[in-house]
Structure formats: structure tokens, C-alpha cells
């Protein structure tokens, strides 16, 4: 920003956006060059937007059949004036019982949601802002096992001050989360003084696609009663699960753990994943604490959801034949395509971790790494895009231990679209037909450019150092020093 920098504030003008970081450099080659299947076939596919486009159909339909439920009608116009009006920042009462009734139906029924505890946010990205902003002050800090969602930093922390403490997890066990390593990140933290105030998880989680067992959210809820300190629950992929085991929340298991302090639990919801409307931004904080109900509703007045989408969704999710007939197909279909993928790697001799929820795999492509380092983990993944021309998301964006695993998303396109990305694959790893292969060299001697690939970028990255912040898909894109790199 040269001079003008001085003019701007400090958050203004910060990093914590995260818009120049490696992990982005993936969007803005898809930007430059978008695939399409008849106009562009060479250019880059996008999998690296965890976006759910498979059951559009299911809500148009249903618009279709309810005309009135849309202010955009003639069959719904007598009701613009009424929501155009509208301004209440607790929201529509309609509203907040159908997300309410929605979160239950998502998670089978099994747990019931209070509609005046529903507090409404600008997207899941508004919703952590807005519960980091009630539970913490600037320089607190919350654990988050890894890998974990790039955007944290954003999300939680560029503009409220929040730190994170990472708390690594490993392929050893299947990334899950243990009280020991919770003890430790926990007493590491405190040692240097750093005042933690809570847990934040992702259930189901985003890389992974895994979901947690009771067992391991008991030990979690019992972990932060101990500590006195906060547990945020990020479930919204509560409702991507598409095989067993079923999905947990935590409104679950709290009811069930001795003398639980319900004032330390929050669940961060939105109809982002579940339902794939992302662009109608409905974030929900439900928080068991009437405090940081009350703080959160008063909050909220900085990224309301529209009333329109709230007139819209109210009686769309209201629709309880709708709303199962959604959930279940949904499902059906996230298994089918998931299915559809990991058995297409898998014939080329690439294995996912076993998952059961959410619109992406977590690929294991350490064994194409020249040497295990998270340097060759970005060699790897410039030739994945700029020659394989995918779009996949390295581990080290999402703070993970190990190099060599990419996050890979599957239900953002078409099948004929996912037909031509496993082709790409096979010929990536030189197999043909059904053939595997397992030579970790052949991608490097395979490629018809190794040299530039690998001469050009003349990366040096510090093999600890990590990628973790993401922009916007919709931010303004300047070419960050590892693009010209290229």
C-alpha cells in the first residue's frame, strides 16, 4: 500500500487475512485458467473448494412448489414490504425454530435445540468471529488439534486478537485427538505464559472427513470442565455424513458427562455445507451460556442474516418431509461420489484416510514426494497444478505434522468433470488401465518438465514452516511472491 499504509489501521493493513499465502496461490491458477468440458478442457479443475453441489436439484424443486415462500414472486410479492422492513437482529421467530429444527433433524433427531438460544452470524466465518469476540480478550488463545481449518487465523483471529495453539496430531493413530495431547499442548502454553481460553474442534472434520466418537468428545467436554475453560464446536458438516459410524455432537455427550458446566459449551452451525448455499451466508452461534447469548445477539448486529434468506429458509426448513427427503438423499449421494473418487485413486495406487463425512478426501501422496519434507510437499503440489492443472490443497495449509497429505474436494463439480480429474491422476502417476504403480520417483521422472519445475520455482522453505492462511474465494487476488515464483 506504500504511504498510504500510515493512514490505514494496523488491522487494515496486517497479514491476518492470509490473502498472499502459498495456500491461495491454487485459487488464482484456477482463476487464470477454469476448466470447462467444452470450452477450456485443459484448464485447471477445481478441488479445492469444499463446496456441496450435488443436490441443487432438491431445492429448486422445492422453490418451485412454494412460490410464495420467496418475496421475488408474484405469488410471495405481498410480503416484500414486511421483510423488507425487517431489522430485529434476533432474527425471525420462524426462522430461529426452523434452524433449530434443522440441527436436530441433521444430527437424527437424537437432540433438540432451543430456537431462542439460535443466535444468527454472516456465515460460519462471522459465527467464530463472533463467539471468539464474546469468550476472549486480544492475546488469549484457544487449542486446536491439527490439521485444522487454513482460514482460523482469519476467522478467529485477525481482527479479534485471538491466538492458536496448535495441538498436534499424527497419522499413527488417524489424527485423533488425545487427552495427553491436549495436557501438553495445554502445560506448553501456560509455560510461556500464554493464557488459553477454550477448545475449538471441528466435528466432522475439515480435512479429514472423520467424525468423533463419544468416547473422545466425553474426554473432551471432561478436559475442558477440568480447565475451567471454553469448548467451541465447529459441526457445520454435521449433516455431510454419509456412512457409519453416525455423527455425535456435543449436545449430546455433555448431557451425559457428571456435573458438566453447560455454560463452556458453543456449537458453531451454518447452512453452508449441509444444504450448499454458502452465498446466502447463514452463520449460527447456539451457545448454552444466556451471556454470551445475549452478548452474541447484541454482536450480531454486524452480520445479520438477510430477511429475505430468512423469510425463504424459514419455510423451506419448516418442510419436515423436505428436510428428511434432503438429509437422506444428500447422503446417499455424498457416498456414491465419494465412493466414485477413492475408488478411482485407489486403482492408481493412492489411498485416502478412511472417512465418513464431509465433500473431500484427505490424499496420502507421501510417497510421490522426492524426500519426506514439507519443502517437497510444495514442489509437489506446483506440479499438480501448474502440469496436472488440479487444484488441491497441501497438508502444511492446514498446519498438518506430516508432508505429503492434500486435501482433495469431490462434490464441488459434475461427474463427467470428476471423470477427467482421475484421468489426469492415472496419467500423473503413469499408469494405464487398472495398472499400480508404487515407484515414488516416477512422477519427477515422468514429467516432461521436471527440470523447469523444479530448477524455476527455487523454493526454500524452512521444512517446519507452514502455510496456514486462505482468503475468500471471492477476495482480491495480487500475485503473491510464490506465484511469480513460478
Known amino acids: 500500500m506504500g504511504s498510504n499504509s500510515a493512514l490505514l489501521s494496523k488491522i487494515a493493513t496486517n497479514d491476518g487475512h492470509g490473502e498472499n499465502m502459498a495456500y491461495f496461490d491454487g485459487w488464482k491458477a484456477y482463476d487464470r485458467n477454469p476448466f470447462h468440458p467444452t470450452q477450456n478442457p485443459d484448464g485447471v479443475i477445481q478441488m479445492g473448494l469444499a463446496e456441496n453441489q450435488l443436490s441443487f436439484d432438491l431445492i429448486e424443486q422445492w422453490i418451485r412448489k412454494n ?29 430461529r ?46 487449542l486446536v488439534p491439527s490439521p485444522y481449518y487454513p482460514a482460523f487465523y482469519r476467522d478467529l483471529g485477525w481482527r479479534t486478537g485471538v491466538k492458536i495453539v496448535p495441538v498436534d496430531c499424527d497419522s499413527s493413530n488417524n489424527f485423533q485427538v488425545t487427552r495427553a495431547a491436549l495436557e501438553a499442548a495445554y502445560e506448553k502454553a501456560r509455560n510461556n505464559n500464554i493464557n488459553i481460553k477454550g477448545l475449538i474442534i471441528t466435528n466432522p472434520s475439515n480435512p479429514l472427513g472423520t467424525t468423533l466418537d463419544r468416547g473422545t468428545l466425553t474426554s473432551l467436554v471432561k478436559f475442558i470442565n477440568d480447565k475451567n475453560i471454553h469448548l467451541v464446536s465447529d459441526e457445520i458438516y454435521s449433516g455431510t455424513v454419509f456412512s457409519s459410524p453416525t455423527f455425535t455432537s456435543v449436545s449430546e455427550v455433555m448431557q451425559d458427562v457428571k456435573n458438566c458446566n453447560r455454560d463452556l459449551i458453543h456449537i458453531v452451525y451454518s447452512l453452508s455445507k449441509d444444504m450448499g448455499v454458502p452465498g446466502l451466508r447463514v452463520g449460527i452461534v ?71 463425512a464431509g465433500l473431500y478426501c484427505w490424499m496420502d501422496l507421501r510417497k510421490l514426494l522426492k524426500d519426506q519434507t514439507f519443502e517437497a510437499e510444495m514442489v509437489l503440489w506446483r506440479v499438480i497444478i501448474n502440469e496436472v492443472k488440479l487444484n488441491v490443497s497441501p497438508g502444511s495449509s492446514f498446519r498438518c505434522v506430516e508432508p505429503g497429505w492434500f486435501r482433495v474436494c469431490f462434490a464441488n463439480m459434475d461427474e463427467h468433470t470428476v471423470e477427467v480429474a482421475l484421468k489426469r491422476i492415472r496419467e500423473f502417476v503413469g499408469v494405464q488401465g487398472n495398472k499400480k504403480s508404487n515407484n515414488a520417483d516416477q512422477v519427477f521422472v515422468k514429467s516432461p518438465n521436471k527440470k523447469r519445475s523444479q530448477n524455476d520455482l527455487r523454493l526454500s522453505f524452512p521444512a517446519t514452516k507452514r502455510y496456514e492462511d486462505v482468503m475468500s474465494p471471492h477476495s482480491p487476488m495480487p500475485r503473491s511472491p510464490l506465484l511469480r515464483a513460478n
Open 67 to 95: 412460490p410464495k415462500a420467496s418475496i421475488c414472486t408474484a405469488e410471495g410479492v405481498e410480503e416484500f414490504k414486511n421483510v423488507a422492513n425487517f431489522q430485529d437482529y434476533h432474527g425471525f421467530p420462524d426462522f
Open 97 to 142: 425454530k426452523a434452524i433449530a429444527n434443522f440441527m436436530s433433524k441433521a444430527r437424527g433427531g437424537r437432540v433438540t435445540f432451543d430456537p431462542d438460544r439460535v443466535v444468527m452470524a454472516g456465515g460460519a466465518t462471522g459465527a467464530n468471529e463472533l463467539v471468539m469476540f464474546c469468550l476472549a480478550d486480544p492475546g488469549d488463545a484457544f
Open 286 to 356: 447456539y451457545s448454552y451460556n444466556d451471556a454470551v447469548v445475549n452478548c452474541g445477539r447484541k454482536m450480531s448486529s454486524f452480520g445479520l442474516v438477510s430477511s429475505q434468506s430468512q423469510h425463504l429458509l424459514s419455510a423451506m426448513l419448516l418442510d419436515d418431509e423436505f428436510v428428511s427427503n434432503f438429509l437422506k438423499t444428500s447422503s446417499k449421494r455424498l457416498a456414491r461420489r465419494h465412493g466414485v473418487f477413492t475408488t478411482g485413486l485407489k486403482e492408481v495406487g493412492i489411498d485416502c484416510l478412511k472417512s465418513n
